[in-house]
C-alpha cells in the first residue's frame, strides 16, 4: 500500500519534518511505498530567509554552535535519534571542502561563537536536505515543486488535495504539514496611504518585509532615507545599503571606518525607544549558562497548574529577580567595592525575598549606595525616557550610547549588564514553556507578552553581534546615518510632497526626505494574511485565529493560526481539529511563543519534538484513528 504527504514550506522545519519522516517510516510503514511532496518557490533547505546566494554580509543572530538540524541524545522524541552535525561541526568538517571559496575561508575563520553568515547557514540547510533526501530509504521518493501552494480540499474518502500556483497537479495526498516562515500580511490603512502618496508623487515606500525582497535600486544614491525601526531588521538594510552598494569598513588603528563607495543614501533612523538593539556580549568564548534559581521548571510547573496567570504579577518578578541576581553576583566578583555589604547576605537577601518585596529593594540600595551601578529595568526599556534634545543632539546622544554598549559588549564576561542580559535572555524558553496554550490570561498575553516584553528582550538580549555596533558607530562618524530621536513619527506633507519625520522629544525643524523604509517584519497575522494558501483555509473555514480566554473577560484573538497539542493538527473554524492537516512554524506563533527560535544542540529542542511529532503523526494519518483532540477550553471560540 502506497501512502503519500505534502510539506508546504522546505525551508528549516520543512527540512526537519522530511528528515524526521525518512527516520520514522521505518518503522511506522515499513511495508508502504511513501511520496513526500515538498512545495516552496525557494530553494530547499533554506527557503526564502536562508538562501544560500544571498550578500554574505548579511548575519545569523545565532552563535554557530547553537545551531542545529539534528537530533541528539537530549532529545526526547519518540521516533529514532539519527545525530547530525551542528552548524559550527559542519564548518569544521563538510565546509572545509565546500566547491565555493567563500564557504571554506568563512568555515575556516569560524569559532563556536561566531555569527555565521545567513548565506553560510543556507549552505548548511541545503546540506542536511540533501543528507537527508540521500538517506532515505529506497521506499521513499521525495519531490520538489518550486512553486507556491494556493488551496487544500478534501477528497472523498478523507485523503486531500493541494493546488499549486504554477497550474502543475495538484496533489493528491494522505496529509498535509504546513512549515510556513513569516509570510506576506496586507498593508494596514496607514500603509496603503502611506504607498499611494508615494506613488503618486514619485517616491519611495517600503513596508515592514524581509530586506531581500527590496528592490536594490529603488533608493538611489543620495537620497535621503527615512528608517523607522532599529531592530535586527535594520541591521540588515544598513549592510545593504553601505557594503552593499560597494562600500567597505577598514581599520584605522583602534578605530573602525567606514569608505564610502559614493552609492549609499543618507540614512535617517528611528524608533519609538529611538536607540538600536544592544549589542550581544562579546566574551571570546560561548556565552556564559547560570542555573535557573527562581524561574526555574518547578516556578514554570507551579504557575502552569495555578493559571493563567497574569505575566506582570506572577511572571516578570521572577525573570527579574533571576536577571538582577546574576547582575549583583558579577558586580561583587568583577568590582567588590561596590558592594558595601557582605555578597552572601545579599544573596540570602534574594533567596529569601519576594521582588516586589520592599525590603529586597531596601538591600539593593544598601549593598549598593551608588545609584549609577544598580540595575534599572525602565531605564534599560525606555533609555530616552523623559530626556529633551535640540538640534543634532538625538543623533549625538545615541551615538555616545552606542560607544558605551560596544565598550561593554566587548568586556561582556566582566559586564555585570551584558551578563545579566545573557542570563535574561536565557529565560525565554522557560516564557515559552509557560505561556504555550493559555499559560496565560488572554489580557496579559496581548498586553504584557505581545505588547512590551517580547520588544523589550529583544532589545537587550537578542541584539546584533558587537560587531555591528563598531560598524554602525563608523557609518555615523561617516555621516551617513543620522539618529532622529525617540518615538518617530512619519508623515506625508502633500504640500511639500515629501516625507517629514520627527519625534517628540526633539526641537527643530522636521526631517524631510522622499523615500521611507519600514524595517521591521510584519508579524504573523491569519486575519490579514496576504498568502494565498492561509486565506484560502480562512475563507473556507478550514482554519481559525487563535483566541486566549481571559477569565471573567473577553478572549484575546490573535493573528496565530489554532493547531491542537501535539501533534499539531489544524482547528477548523468550527473548533474541529482536522486529522490530516498539521501546522508548525512562525504562523503558530501565539499558541507557541517564541517558536522562530531554532533548535539548540544538547537540549531537547522543542523545534525538534514538533518536527518528530508531526513526521510520525503524518506518517499515519492515512490510517484508521479516532479524531484529535483539541486543547481543551483553548478550542472554544
Known sequence: MNASICVVGAGPRGTSVLERITANAPSLAPDRRLDVHLVDPYPPGGGHVWQADQPGDLLMNTVAADATLFTDTSVRCAGPVL????????ARTVARDDPDPGVRAEAARMRPWSHPSRRF???YLAWAFARAVSRAPASIRVHRHRTRAVAI????????????????????????VLTLGHTDVEPDPAQRALAGFAEEHGLFYGPPANPLDLDPAAVPPGTPLLVRGLGMNFFDHMSLFTVGRGGRFAREGSRLRYRPSGDEPLMYAGSRRGVPYQARGDYGAMPPTFPARYFDDAAVARLRAAGPVDFREAVWPLIAKETAYVYYDTLTRVRPGACALDPAEVRAGFDALSWTDPALARLVERAFPDPSVRL???????????ATFSGDSPHRGVVTRLRADLAEARD???????????????????VRRLVAYGGLTGDSHRRDLDGWFRGFAASVSSGPPAGR?????ALADAGLIRFVGPGMTVTADPRRKTFLATSPQAGGEPVAAPAFLEAHLPGPDLRHTGDPLLRQLRETGACRPYRIPTPGGAAYETGGLEVTESPFHLVAADGRPHPRRFALGIPIESVHWGTAIGAVPRSNAAMLLQTDAVARAAILAGDTAPAPRTAGHHAAS
Open 83 to 90: 545525530p547530525g552535525p551542528s552548524l559550527h561541526e559542519w
Open 121 to 123: 547557514h543556507g549552505r
Open 153 to 176: 480540499t478534501s477528497l472523498a474518502g478523507g485523503r486531500q488535495r493541494v493546488a499549486l500556483e504554477d497550474g502543475s497537479g495538484p496533489l493528491d495526498v494522505d496529509s498535509v
Open 376 to 386: 534599572d529595568f525602565a531605564a534599560l526599556d525606555r533609555p530616552l525616557s523623559g
Open 412 to 430: 561582556a564576561g566582566r559586564s555585570p549588564l551584558k551578563t545579566a542580559m545573557t542570563a535574561l535572555g536565557a529565560t525565554r524558553g522557560r
Open 469 to 473: 555596533i563598531e560598524e554602525l558607530l
